[in-house]
């Protein structure tokens, strides 16, 4: 049985430092990026959003074909916070969030999972860390609401983050994906 988080998957972003639509970037099997981020996460958990800023969009009809609640952010540009917060709004019953990027396809599915059993073993903030550098994806209890729902800018979740520091549950991995996201053409995985 998948855990009871939902996984909200974060695809309104605007791209401008790579120069066109990244999530649509087939990466060398021929996946748009999104879509590998999509899957890795809908493997891993039974309800799972994404948010993007077009439900018109290629983007959010690939998601959709992915398996994905698909929602628009009529807010995005105001910074990733407001799409942690339409997320959260999209599922007020869940137990938890395990936040992702959809720039980041090298996240392995068993630190999904790894989020998310922490959440549903009682963590209250749950993230992977590789050479102590904190990584994605985030899980966050169903506490963690409120704040989440007030969030409007482009920091994300970090003030949460560094205001709960002491109960923040760190998974050591030897993987750089948790770290890994794309923003420009050159920080795309060799082919």
């Known amino acids: 049985m998948k855990p009871s988080a939902t996984g909200i998957l974060l ?3 605007q791209a401008t430092r790579f120069g066109a639509n990244k999530l649509l970037h087939p990466l060398a099997d021929g996946t748009p990026m999104a879509v590998a981020c999509a899957r890795t996460l809908h493997n891993v958990l039974a309800r799972c959003i994404a948010v993007v800023d077009d439900t018109q969009g290629a983007v959010a009809g690939l998601l ?3 398996g994905l609640q698909v929602i628009a952010n009529p807010r995005t540009l105001e910074g990733m916070g407001t799409s942690i917060a339409c997320g959260v709004a999209a599922s007020p019953h869940a137990s938890g969030w395990v936040i992702a990027l959809a720039d980041m396809p090298r996240i392995p599915a068993n630190i999904v999972q790894a989020v998310a059993d922490g959440l549903g073993c009682g ?3 749950i993230a992977p ?3 102590g550098q904190r990584g994605h994806p985030v899980g966050f ?3 963690h609401a409120a704040a989440l729902l007030a969030l409007h800018t482009d920091t994300g979740a970090r003030d949460i983050i560094a205001a709960h520091r002491d ?3 760190l998974i050591e991995t030897q993987d750089s994906g948790v ?3 794309i923003d420009t053409p050159a920080s795309l995985p060799i082919r």
Do not use: F, K, N, Q
């Open 64 to 66: 959709a074909e992915a």
């Open 141 to 143: 209890a169903s506490r």
């Open 11 to 13: 695809a309104a972003g």
């Open 123 to 125: 963590a209250d903030l």
């Open 129 to 131: 860390v590789y050479h």
């Open 167 to 169: 109960t923040l549950e």
């Open 179 to 181: 770290i890994a996201d």
